[in-house]
């Protein structure tokens, strides 16, 4: 796994990554589990040069920020996001 930077919410080491839950254009999914209590998650991780060559950067931003609401109001049709991370390869 490569080192990420902490951005939002908490650092990217106290998650093992257990499995890859889908695969995509940009990236994956993986199965996490978050080390402190054991709650289970999905890590989104995007390549950034595919991103960048398919001209999805306001895309993939519009994605963050719609995420980041943290369903408030509560939508059944959403996700919240716990945290975001990057480094120089991936986000």
């Known amino acids: 796994m490569p080192v990420f930077v902490r951005l939002h919410g908490p650092d990217a080491a106290v998650c093992s990554y257990l499995s890859v839950l889908g695969r995509g254009s940009f990236g994956k999914v993986l199965l996490a589990e978050r080390k402190s209590d054991g709650v289970m998650l999905a890590v989104k991780v995007l390549k950034k040069e595919r991103v960048i060559a398919d001209d999805d950067v306001v895309a993939t ?19 919240r996001m716990v945290a975001s991370f990057q480094d120089a390869a991936c986000l």
């Open 61 to 79: 931003t519009t994605e963050k920020k719609i995420l980041s609401l943290g369903g408030n109001p509560p939508c059944p049709f959403l996700i």
